[in-house]
């Protein structure tokens, strides 16, 4: 992690809801540059929509929310600017060869042709692809999927990168390559948020976040959970949570 204080996502009182239901009740956290920020919770606790508001793809319904240094609501462009996201649900283009959707990302993200270029052919020797440079993305394994779509992620150079349950259905050597990926991206300064459903994924952030029906029910280190909640394991922690 990086050893700088600066915080580079603020939340205060974060309200999302959808007519009576309120899927973000409350939410108050900060997250420091270059920090592995987990952020966990049951299926429908409420992380997917904090994540898109975040991100700029929503609007809060209340609350102060600065990403990257912005204000979500005023400068939602500038924020979007300066992140990256990737999805649990696979987001390359499964018709696109492994160059061609690179370079497609690189112009999304306002990257040059030179750029692009150079970023690419950097990014296809660091993961040992360049064999794989003209095949569709529909025939390359899934844990080479997860890892390129990860590395596009942070083509641009964002502030951030988001992580929605970027691991879901990787075999356990994948995943912990794709921690490998995190841990250099987080000492490179990248500020890393991540959602996932694997317990033990927890104990490699810097910090975790529990949400319980919508709320912040903990955060802390994973070390200092497990101590306060007399827990052998984050995942028991989680389930002393969620059980109330």
Not at 199 to 213: G, K, L, N, P
């Amino acid at each position: 992690m990086s050893s700088s204080s600066e915080n580079i996502i603020i939340v205060k009182n974060l309200v999302k809801k959808f007519g009576s239901f309120v899927a973000n009740d409350h939410l108050t956290f900060e997250v420091k540059k270059g920090e592995i920020f987990g952020f966990l919770g049951a299926n429908g606790a409420g992380k997917t929509t904090a994540i898109k508001i975040l991100c700029g793809l929503s609007y809060p319904t209340s609350g102060e929310l600065s990403v990257a240094g912005f204000d979500i609501y005023s400068q939602r462009e500038k924020v979007k600017r300066n992140i990256g996201y990737m999805s649990q649900r696979f987001s390359l283009y499964d018709d696109l060869t492994v160059f061609e959707n690179i370079r497609f990302y690189g112009g999304i993200y306002g990257l040059r042709k030179k750029e692009i270029d150079s970023r690419s052919h950097a990014l296809m020797q660091r993961l040992g692809f360049e064999s794989a440079r003209n095949k569709l993305i529909r025939d390359i394994p899934l844990g080479w999927k997860q890892k390129l779509a990860f590395s596009v992620a942070i083509l641009h150079s964002p502030k951030i990168v988001f992580l929605d349950e970027p691991t879901g259905g990787v075999d356990p050597v994948t995943r912990r390559q794709f921690w490998d990926m995190i841990y250099e991206t987080s000492h490179d300064g990248i500020t890393v948020f991540v959602t996932t459903h694997y317990m033990d994924e927890a104990e490699y952030c810097d910090r975790v976040s529990i949400m319980v029906d919508g709320k912040i029910a903990a955060l802390d280190t994973p070390d200092n959970l497990k101590l306060t909640f007399g827990a052998a394991s984050m995942n028991d922690v989680f389930i002393k949570l969620a059980r109330g």
